[in-house]
């Protein structure tokens, strides 16, 4: 049986309201249901008058065939408690009958005329061809019969006949098997028999209370029925194929119509037509046709069926021959029956359409993935108080009172077009000062981080494995700012797990594409292991419990200027107008990778603002010359040894006339060493450059370069002359003020407060799904970035934008870098950070089976409130609150109705 076809279904209503009229009275006009007003359960009343009307029909072609009054009342009895099956078996035998010789002439003639002494003559002559021909007898024995259980010695015969025809060969060999018995085709109508009652009538209805029971076309009752006509048209169809392929072809030159074997004038009384209102028996107003009216479309289809046998009656014989009026016969009532599965099929799935069509046409549009991600976010803006309302995941990476240095953001592009917005989270902000948390950089380095953190609850949706939208991470930068994004996964109560790192600045935009990874609900895990040895049950828990973990999605952000002042020892806030001060600072501790202690302040505490960042800004202007001077050195080298390699090359060779000694000079320079890496014997790399004194206000001195004469070149001429230095010695306890956390234990020290253990998040959630999810349909999600990262980036100010891809390659190269500055900027995880902000994100996802409209129309499900339940259960483990406390009150009566398993007590 096809699927539904809108233009067939339409073709075969028009046909079949003509010949309606004819049947009905003239002041009848029933109509296709949807264009007639009625209610939802007019189309339940349908559905069933649509089934009866099949079942009638069935049996009429069942009597048709052969079966009697008494014949059905005999297989109903059987069936209840045996299964009746209606049966073909066929064999047949193909026996040597004679042989035949016989000679055939050609009808060509051959004519020859020869010329003699006595005159001329002709002769003529013809090809005469002795031809052999074998003669078999082909019976065939077919029987249509009914028997119950397994029993086939006691069965109803339906119809059977012998026919015999004569086969001719020009070979001995036989055309057709000696003997051959099919296999029977088999149909269980014991389902058609269960629904004929007392007296014949049928009683198929729609129990509309059952559980399974989702539309008038949705149930068990219509399925059931369903499935058995299309049985019924598979069977018809082996049975019409046994004739007409297998049978008939025996009688190859018949000269029989054999395409008037159709029943396209047979009228099929299965077409699904509702009436104005009308009175029905107890004064009821119905719009569905009556009992009446079908038994005048039984009485039409059994006229149109004998009309269309005396048709046949007139073009084939009777006989014994294989191929008379009784064998089509059967083919016209198989291509019949065969088309009452299709009408049926057609008319319920057109019940399902109906419902398509007026649900579009209520909206004005089908609604896609998208939308609905659109209405959610709408309908939880009804749904919340505002204190638990879901928020954007868009955040700006500031410091307080001051302007952001950026932005981060979780952003869906929906499927369906249009910009990218952030996703909707039920979101909370960690309560006062929280312990602070680590991560490893290298395997002898943990950095420690303070900070906000933020728990986020997120939820997708999925129709028929498509979600509408993709998600991306995007971190943006404004110019001359910097931060640093670190994307993970929560591994511990204390412990963050960076799998990559970057580092954001001046106008970067930084795009992660991030993956959903669903993993089985708890009803499904359940389900899976519950047969399983307690050993593997073992195992499974461990591993789902890993999975479990993993739906903790984090990403960290760092502020890199505020961990450069407490690196350097200057005042807060200092660094935040020395722009270029902050850029040279970043490329000594990136690319050059120079110790801290190098450039940090170490003078008076007492000392200014001003002047601790002018000490710093002369050890970074000294450190520049330095390294400068050591570029020069190794450029002057290198172009040595290539004069060096020049002169040998252009020397005369030893030996030969007019040579001389090589001129030593030059070798003697070519071959000077190089000069050493430190400065002076002062300042090197052994320790930092000395401080000015308190009250200087100037920057140090330059460093002395060293020169292949031994003097140092003179300072810049920007620079202030070298204050008198003075030994400032730090304060006796300043290292009781810097702790070191880089010796701690992963776990923290014993007795040490943890805080809030997000590990625990996952756990308590699949607990209260596995407890109020009771379509089993929201699965854990993991979440994780993608492989393939994309970067927008401005070299310069004057520069184009330009958007290059960052493969796993790039992004290991991202990651070292971001890492030897954190290495730096924590002096390898001495320090800790305190301005770091942490997002951490469990994400679960409702799946629907099926697409969103055949959701609505064919389960009858209401997805909103299906989505609604499932953010109330991820709301209530993010917040830690009862459903009916971050309900708005307006809506808590509807959300009671729909959702009323969330309010139970525990007793309950």
């Not at 007898?137 to 015969?157: I, L, Q, R």
């Given at each position: 049986?096809?699927?539904?076809?809108?233009?067939?279904?339409?073709?075969?209503?028009?046909?079949?309201?003509?010949?309606?009229?004819?049947?009905?009275e003239v002041n009848r006009t029933p109509k296709l249901a949807?264009?007639?007003?009625?209610?939802?359960?007019?189309?339940?009343?349908?559905?069933?008058?649509?089934?009866?009307?099949?079942?009638?029909?069935?049996?009429?072609?069942?009597?048709?065939?052969?079966?009697?009054?008494?014949?059905?009342?005999?297989?109903?009895?059987?069936?209840?408690?045996?299964?009746?099956?209606?049966?073909?078996?066929?064999?047949?035998?193909?026996?040597?009958?004679?042989?035949?010789?016989?000679?055939v002439e050609s009808k060509t003639q051959h004519v020859k005329?020869?010329?003699?002494?006595?005159?001329?003559?002709?002769?003529?002559?013809?090809?005469?061809?002795?031809?052999?021909?074998?003669?078999?007898?082909?019976?065939?024995?077919?029987?249509?019969?009914?028997?119950?259980?397994?029993?086939?010695?006691?069965?109803?015969?339906?119809?059977?006949?012998?026919?015999?025809?004569?086969?001719?060969?020009?070979?001995?060999?036989?055309?057709?098997?000696?003997?051959?018995?099919?296999?029977?085709?088999?149909?269980?109508?014991?389902?058609?028999?269960?629904?004929?009652?007392?007296?014949?009538?049928?009683?198929?209805?729609?129990?509309?209370?059952?559980?399974?029971?989702?539309?008038?076309?949705?149930?068990?009752?219509?399925?059931?029925?369903?499935?058995?006509?299309?049985?019924?048209?598979s069977w018809a169809q082996q049975v019409q194929q046994y004739?007409?392929?297998?049978?008939?072809?025996?009688?190859?030159?018949?000269?029989?119509?054999?395409?008037?074997?159709?029943?396209?004038?047979?009228?099929?009384?299965?077409?699904?037509?509702?009436?104005?209102?009308?009175?029905?028996?107890?004064?009821?107003?119905?719009?569905?046709?009556?009992?009446?009216?079908?038994?005048?479309?039984?009485?039409?289809?059994?006229?149109?069926?004998?009309?269309?046998?005396?048709?046949?009656?007139?073009?084939?014989?009777?006989?014994?021959?294989?191929?008379?009026?009784?064998?089509?016969?059967?083919?016209?009532?198989?291509?019949?029956?065969?088309?009452?599965?299709?009408?049926?099929?057609?008319?319920?799935?057109?019940?399902?359409?109906?419902?398509?069509?007026?649900?579009?046409?209520?909206?004005?549009?089908?609604?896609?993935?998208?939308?609905?991600?659109?209405?959610?976010?709408?309908?939880?803006?009804?749904?919340?108080?505002?204190?638990?309302?879901?928020?954007?995941?868009?955040?700006?990476?500031?410091?307080?009172?001051?302007?952001?240095?950026?932005?981060?953001?979780?952003?869906?592009?929906?499927?369906?077009?249009?910009?990218?917005?952030?996703?909707?989270?039920?979101?909370?902000?960690?309560?006062?000062?929280?312990?602070?948390?680590?991560?490893?950089?290298?395997?002898?380095?943990?950095?420690?981080?303070?900070?906000?953190?933020?728990?986020?609850?997120?939820?997708?949706?999925?129709?028929?494995?498509?979600?509408?939208?993709?998600?991306?991470?995007?971190?943006?930068?404004?110019?001359?700012?910097?931060?640093?994004?670190?994307?993970?996964?929560?591994?511990?109560?204390?412990?963050?797990?960076?799998?990559?790192?970057?580092?954001?600045?001046?106008?970067?935009?930084?795009?992660?594409?991030?993956?959903?990874?669903?993993?089985?609900?708890?009803?499904?895990?359940?389900?899976?292991?519950?047969?399983?040895?307690?050993?593997?049950?073992?195992?499974?828990?461990?591993?789902?419990?890993?999975?479990?973990?993993?739906?903790?999605?984090?990403?960290?952000?760092?502020?890199?200027?505020?961990?450069?002042?407490?690196?350097?020892?200057?005042?807060?806030?200092?660094?935040?107008?020395?722009?270029?001060?902050?850029?040279?600072?970043?490329?000594?501790?990136?690319?050059?990778?120079?110790?801290?202690?190098?450039?940090?302040?170490?003078?008076?505490?007492?000392?200014?603002?001003?002047?601790?960042?002018?000490?710093?800004?002369?050890?970074?202007?000294?450190?520049?010359?330095?390294?400068?001077?050591?570029?020069?050195?190794?450029?002057?080298?290198?172009?040595?040894?290539?004069?060096?390699?020049?002169?040998?090359?252009?020397?005369?060779?030893?030996?030969?006339?007019?040579?001389?000694?090589?001129?030593?000079?030059?070798?003697?320079?070519?071959?000077?060493?190089?000069?050493?890496?430190?400065?002076?014997?002062?300042?090197?790399?052994?320790?930092?450059?000395?401080?000015?004194?308190?009250?200087?206000?100037?920057?140090?001195?330059?460093?002395?370069?060293?020169?292949?004469?031994?003097?140092?070149?003179?300072?810049?001429?920007?620079?202030?002359?070298?204050?008198?230095?003075?030994?400032?010695?730090?304060?006796?306890?300043?290292?009781?003020?810097?702790?070191?956390?880089?010796?701690?234990?992963?776990?923290?020290?014993?007795?040490?407060?943890?805080?809030?253990?997000?590990?625990?998040?996952?756990?308590?959630?699949?607990?209260?799904?596995?407890?109020?999810?009771?379509?089993?349909?929201?699965?854990?999600?993991?979440?994780?970035?993608?492989?393939?990262?994309?970067?927008?980036?401005?070299?310069?100010?004057?520069?184009?934008?330009?958007?290059?891809?960052?493969?796993?390659?790039?992004?290991?190269?991202?990651?070292?870098?971001?890492?030897?500055?954190?290495?730096?900027?924590?002096?390898?995880?001495?320090?800790?950070?305190?301005?770091?902000?942490?997002?951490?994100?469990?994400?679960?996802?409702?799946?629907?089976?099926?697409?969103?409209?055949?959701?609505?129309?064919?389960?009858?499900?209401?997805?909103?409130?299906?989505?609604?339940?499932?953010?109330?259960?991820?709301?209530?483990?993010?917040?830690?609150?009862?459903?009916?406390?971050?309900?708005?009150?307006?809506?808590?009566?509807?959300?009671?109705?729909?959702?009323?398993?969330?309010?139970?007590?525990?007793?309950?």
């Amino acid at each position: 049986m096809d699927a539904f076809d809108q233009h067939r279904f339409q073709a075969k209503v028009d046909a079949a309201l003509a010949r309606i009229r004819t049947v009905l009275e003239v002041n009848r006009t029933p109509k296709l249901a949807a264009s007639v007003q009625h209610e939802y359960e007019d189309k339940y009343l349908l559905a069933e008058f649509l089934t009866n009307a099949a079942l009638a029909t069935q049996l009429n072609v069942l009597e048709v065939l052969g079966l009697g009054e008494k014949d059905v009342v005999a297989l109903k009895k059987w069936s209840d408690s045996r299964a009746v099956t209606v049966q073909l078996v066929s064999e047949e035998t193909c026996v040597f009958d004679r042989k035949e010789t016989r000679k055939v002439e050609s009808k060509t003639q051959h004519v020859k005329e020869y010329q003699g002494t006595f005159g001329s003559h002709k002769v003529t002559d013809k090809v005469v061809t002795t031809v052999e021909e074998w003669f078999w007898n082909f019976t065939a024995k077919y029987e249509v019969s009914a028997y119950a259980g397994t029993d086939k010695s006691e069965k109803v015969v339906l119809r059977g006949r012998e026919c015999k025809y004569v086969v001719k060969t020009t070979s001995d060999k036989t055309p057709y098997p000696p003997k051959s018995v099919r296999d029977p085709v088999e149909l269980n109508i014991t389902w058609l028999l269960q629904n004929v009652g007392d007296g014949l009538t049928l009683r198929f209805s729609i129990d509309r209370l059952a559980k399974g029971c989702h539309t008038p076309r949705r149930n068990e009752e219509v399925d059931r029925a369903l499935r058995y006509f299309r049985e019924f048209h598979s069977w018809a169809q082996q049975v019409q194929q046994y004739f007409e392929a297998h049978l008939f072809p025996v009688q190859a030159s018949s000269g029989l119509p054999l395409s008037h074997m159709n029943a396209e004038k047979v009228f099929v009384p299965v077409v699904p037509l509702f009436e104005k209102q009308r009175e029905a028996a107890g004064g009821q107003q119905q719009v569905v046709l009556s009992i009446g009216d079908l038994n005048a479309f039984l009485g039409e289809e059994r006229r149109s069926l004998e009309e269309k046998f005396a048709a046949l009656g007139k073009e084939f014989p009777r006989g014994v021959d294989l191929i008379t009026a009784e064998e089509a016969e059967i083919v016209v009532l198989m291509k019949h029956g065969k088309e009452l599965a299709v009408c049926y099929g057609d008319g319920v799935d057109y019940i399902e359409e109906m419902l398509r069509q007026q649900l579009v046409a209520a909206i004005g549009k089908e609604v896609t993935p998208g939308e609905f991600i659109e209405y959610m976010r709408f309908h939880n803006r009804k749904l919340f108080k505002s204190a638990y309302e879901p928020q954007p995941f868009s955040y700006a990476v500031r410091r307080p009172q001051h302007y952001p240095e950026g932005t981060l953001s979780i952003e869906a592009a929906l499927s369906s077009g249009g910009v990218a917005e952030p996703i909707s989270t039920c979101v909370r902000a960690a309560s006062g000062a929280a312990p602070r948390m680590h991560f490893a950089i290298n395997a002898a380095t943990n950095v420690h981080f303070g900070g906000e953190r933020y728990l986020h609850g997120w939820i997708s949706h999925q129709f028929s494995g498509a979600s509408g939208a993709s998600l991306k991470l995007v971190a943006r930068a404004r110019q001359f700012s910097s931060f640093m994004v670190l994307v993970g996964r929560i591994a511990g109560p204390q412990r963050f797990e960076a799998k990559h790192a970057m580092i954001v600045q001046n106008k970067d935009e930084v795009v992660v594409p991030l993956l959903l990874e669903p993993i089985p609900t708890p009803k499904e895990f359940a389900d899976a292991i519950e047969s399983l040895s307690p050993e593997q049950q073992r195992f499974a828990r461990a591993f789902r419990s890993m999975q479990l973990e993993s739906t903790l999605f984090g990403v960290v952000v760092i502020q890199i200027k505020p961990q450069l002042e407490r690196l350097l020892n200057v005042p807060n806030d200092s660094l935040t107008k020395e722009i270029r001060l902050t850029q040279d600072l970043l490329e000594m501790f990136i690319k050059y990778q120079i110790p801290s202690d190098l450039l940090s302040y170490n003078g008076a505490e007492s000392a200014s603002a001003d002047t601790k960042v002018a000490v710093v800004k002369g050890y970074v202007e000294a450190m520049q010359q330095m390294i400068q001077k050591i570029k020069d050195d190794e450029l002057a080298e290198a172009e040595a040894k290539r004069a060096m390699r020049e002169a040998e090359m252009n020397l005369p060779s030893f030996g030969s006339f007019g040579s001389g000694p090589p001129p030593m000079a030059m070798m003697s320079a070519a071959c000077a060493p190089p000069p050493p890496m430190c400065a002076s014997a002062s300042f090197g790399f052994g320790a930092p450059p000395p401080p000015p004194a308190p009250g200087g206000g100037g920057p140090p001195p330059p460093p002395a370069a060293p020169s292949a004469g031994g003097a140092p070149p003179p300072p810049p001429s920007s620079a202030p002359p070298p204050p008198t230095t003075v030994e400032v010695k730090p304060p006796a306890d300043s290292a009781a003020k810097e702790p070191v956390y880089g010796q701690e234990e992963n776990g923290g020290d014993a007795g040490e407060d943890v805080g809030e253990d997000y590990t625990k998040v996952p756990v308590e959630l699949d607990a209260k799904l596995s407890e109020l999810d009771e379509d089993g349909a929201v699965r854990p999600t993991i979440m994780h970035a993608g492989s393939t990262w994309s970067k927008r980036e401005q070299k310069s100010l004057l520069a184009e934008p330009r958007t290059s891809s960052l493969g796993t390659s790039e992004l290991e190269q991202e990651r070292s870098r971001a890492f030897d500055l954190l290495d730096a900027l924590t002096r390898s995880g001495v320090l800790a950070v305190e301005d770091a902000t942490m997002h951490v994100v469990v994400a679960a996802t409702h799946c629907f089976d099926k697409t969103l409209t055949n959701t609505v129309i064919q389960d009858n499900v209401n997805p909103i409130e299906k989505v609604e339940h499932t953010t109330l259960i991820v709301a209530s483990s993010v917040h830690g609150k009862a459903p009916e406390e971050m309900v708005n009150p307006s809506q808590l009566d509807r959300v009671r109705t729909y959702s009323s398993n969330l309010f139970q007590s525990p007793s309950e």
